[in-house]
């Protein structure tokens, strides 16, 4: 049928141009950005599931550095506590030299000099070891109802969590400092005790203050005072280090979770750019030939001025 006013093959071109250049839109936004889902007219699902996903990725690699600097944390707290066991060990083997019977007290005061700093010291390294601005070994803080305790975030979710305690490391804490009692010293009648004390009556007494080794009973007494410290340390630095191997491997899993997410991500998210690159070239050809197509149709119209001139 020849007509004029409604070119049907025109329409049928200029709505096939129309579809084709809005798919080749789309196919040259995907291969722009590398991204299949750009918005959700693209894929609604997809795009809900993928940014869940994402979610998921993000939540899971910050986990792994909070599991990160926790191990940190208490790798400081650890190094600490190595030097304060190895001041201990010097300490308790001054103790066994003020023991031997080779040694007058004055001389054992002079091994109780060195004895005292290693105290102190002792005392400077609990109140002075600290990671971002946080004393680890004096038990002040408290971040789970409980003195000492850090909390560490190990999951995307509320309540993953690790929680590692770390008793006091001071003199106090090691019950070294301020002891009420070192032992018993029995004293007989007229003789005098090791601070030049005559004693009238046979005397049993208690031995107090601070540990020192200036005398052979003190420094008996201060043997076992040092052995429980040691203890004591061995014991925190056991729990340490069971919570660091622990903390490793759940940010190990944690990041094996992260990559299989993020792969499962990419699947759904990200552009395929063999099939995008194939879809394009299809698109352009139909563009190309929807024109053509058109150009075409705009003639036909033209047979009507050829029956009109016969």
Same mark, same amino acid.
């Given at each position: 049928m020849s007509v004029i006013n409604t070119n049907v093959a025109a329409l049928y071109s200029q709505n096939a141009m129309k579809t084709n250049a809005r798919s080749m839109n789309t196919v040259m936004e995907q291969l722009s950005t590398g991204t299949r889902v750009n918005s959700a007219k693209d894929d609604a699902a997809g795009l809900a599931i993928g940014q869940n996903m994402t979610s998921q990725v993000r939540g899971l690699n910050q986990a792994v550095r909070n599991l990160n600097d926790g191990?940190?944390? =208490?790798?400081?707290?650890?190094?600490? +506590?190595?030097?304060?066991?190895? +001041?201990?060990?010097? +300490?308790?083997? =001054?103790?066994?030299?003020? +023991?031997?019977?080779?040694?007058?007290?004055?001389?054992? $005061?002079? =091994?109780?000099?060195?004895?005292?700093?290693?105290?102190?010291?002792? $005392?400077?390294?609990?109140?002075?070891?600290?990671?971002?601005?946080?004393?680890? =070994?004096?038990?002040?803080?408290?971040?789970? $109802?409980?003195?000492?305790?850090?909390k560490y975030q190990a999951g995307q979710n509320a309540g993953q969590t690790v929680v590692v305690t770390i008793n006091a490391m001071t003199l106090t804490g090691l019950a070294i400092n301020a002891i009420s009692a070192f032992g018993t010293a029995s004293v007989a009648s007229g003789v005098a005790d090791e601070f030049g004390i005559v004693a009238v009556g046979n005397v049993s007494a208690v031995l107090t203050g601070s540990p020192d080794i200036r005398t052979v009973s003190r420094a008996t007494a201060t043997v076992a005072l040092v052995s429980s410290a040691l203890e004591s340390i061995n014991s925190q630095r056991a729990v340490l280090g069971a919570a660091i191997n622990r903390m490793q491997y759940a940010g190990d899993n944690l990041t094996n979770i992260s990559s299989n997410t993020a792969q499962s991500r990419s699947s759904i998210m990200d552009t395929d750019y063999a099939l995008a690159s194939t879809q394009l070239a299809k698109n352009q050809i139909i563009q190309q030939a929807a024109t053509a197509m058109l150009a075409q149709a705009n003639q036909q119209p033209q047979s009507v001025m050829a029956l009109l001139k016969g």
């Open positions: 191990v940190n944390m =208490l790798q400081t707290a650890e190094g600490a +506590m190595i030097e304060q066991s190895n +001041m201990l060990q010097r +300490m308790r083997e =001054l103790a066994v030299q003020a +023991m031997n019977g080779t040694y007058s007290n004055v001389q054992r $005061g002079y =091994l109780d000099k060195e004895f005292q700093a290693l105290s102190t010291q002792i $005392g400077k390294i609990a109140s002075d070891t600290k990671w971002n601005d946080q004393t680890l =070994l004096d038990a002040s803080q408290t971040q789970d $109802g409980t003195a000492g305790t850090f």
